[in-house]
């Protein structure tokens, strides 16, 4: 098998374990005669990968009884919109911290809709930061507070969260399930699957059973997080397959001992990469230190070209994925639950070698 080291930003790598059983399955699904992107999502069969999924999340997080599991569409970026329309009264304003692309993302549809409050404001500062959770001062009255828990183009991440009045919001799209949390401290949480839970398709929403009570009679059925909960994500026909290989990937992390465990071993490559880093005078680190990403690293090269140079090069050498995002260049080594650890030491013999050649 010719498998590259992908750092790919997302979609990005799988467990192999999860793609060799889909492949196993994929034609005939255990003995019912046909393939699980063939069948009905009403019968038997997916019902219950549908429910593994469900639980899978439920085991991994430690999820409390009054929070509820939600599998939708539309990427996270449906849920910049569903959010203020599902959340946020008439009249009321929805503070959010600006800490990126991504939060400024959510800003901008949030705003379309009705009226926001930036608590902070980080999103052009180099190197790349959060706020100092300490100092924030929230809007009284607040109909919640979002945050985006790692940004996957700055490099950035959340290590304690803040503790707003209002519902706690995250977009945990690029580090859920990565590290151990406590959920009640949140309101809704949500992640589109293709970093850390699967494959494109299915978004993850996990929501405190109290908030679905807040949309308004206006909201059309399709986009209320409260459709959802009450039809098990079955009111209209769900991203099945997606669904199917995130039980497949949530299993895989179950039977390798959970948020803990990958943790662990996410922790220790992030340390080792930005050990090399720090090491070198040819390569820098793109965020501050104390808020740097354990699953998007990003670094810079003393110029551009020998940026492009060593994005061209690595990729000869089965390290795949690392250019940075477009709005921002540089390096960026994404390290999602499921990349081996393996690609993390090959990755640093070859920027060692790069820069013994070039620096
Ligand atoms: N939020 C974050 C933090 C992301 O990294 C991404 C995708 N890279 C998105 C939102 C958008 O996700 P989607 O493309 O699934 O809508």
């Known amino acids: ?209 109290d908030l679905v009570e807040r949309a308004s009679g206006k909201c059309p059925m399709i986009f209320r997080y409260k459709t959802h909960m009450e039809e098990n994500s079955l009111h209209n026909t769900p991203p099945c397959f997606s669904i199917y290989m995130l039980a497949l990937c949530t299993r895989w992390l179950l039977n390798l001992g959970g948020v803990d465990a990958i943790a662990k071993i996410n922790r220790e490559k992030a340390e080792k990469l930005y050990a090399a880093i720090d090491a070198s005078s040819f390569y820098k680190g793109a965020a501050v230190k104390e808020f740097r990403s354990d699953m998007n690293v990003t670094f810079r090269l003393p110029t551009e070209a020998q940026e492009e140079l060593f994005v061209k090069e690595a990729s000869t050498q089965k390290l795949k994925g690392l250019k940075g995002h477009r709005s921002v260049g540089g390096i960026r080594a994404s390290i999602y639950n499921a990349f081996p650890a393996a690609g993390v030491d090959a990755l640093i013999a070859f920027m060692k070698d790069f820069e013994k050649r070039n620096g």
């Open 1 to 209: 098998m010719a498998r590259i080291y992908n750092f790919s930003a997302g979609p990005a790598v799988l467990p192999v374990a999860a793609l060799q059983e889909a492949q196993a399955d994929l034609v005939e699904y255990q003995g019912s005669g046909m393939s699980i992107l063939e069948m009905s999502h009403r019968g038997k069969e997916y019902e219950a990968v549908h429910n593994e999924a469900v639980e899978n999340i439920r085991k991994l997080l430690n999820l409390p009884e009054n929070y509820a599991v939600l599998f939708m569409t539309g990427g996270a970026t449906a849920q910049f919109a569903l959010i203020p329309m599902n959340l946020r009264g008439e009249g009321q304003i929805a503070d959010y911290i600006n800490t990126g692309a991504w939060a400024s993302k959510a800003i901008k549809e949030a705003k379309l809709l009705g009226q926001v409050n930036i608590v902070a404001n980080t999103e052009h500062e180099c190197p790349t930061r959060m706020p100092d959770a300490s100092t924030l001062k929230f809007t009284p009255g607040a109909a919640y507070t979002h945050i985006t828990s790692n940004e996957t183009i700055a490099g950035t991440q959340w290590r304690s969260f803040p503790r707003p009045e209002s519902p706690l919001v995250a977009d945990m799209s690029s580090d859920i399930l990565s590290r151990p949390m406590d959920v009640t401290q949140f309101g809704l949480i949500y992640a589109g699957a293709q970093k850390n839970l699967g494959p494109a398709g299915v978004t993850l929403v996990i929501i405190r059973k």
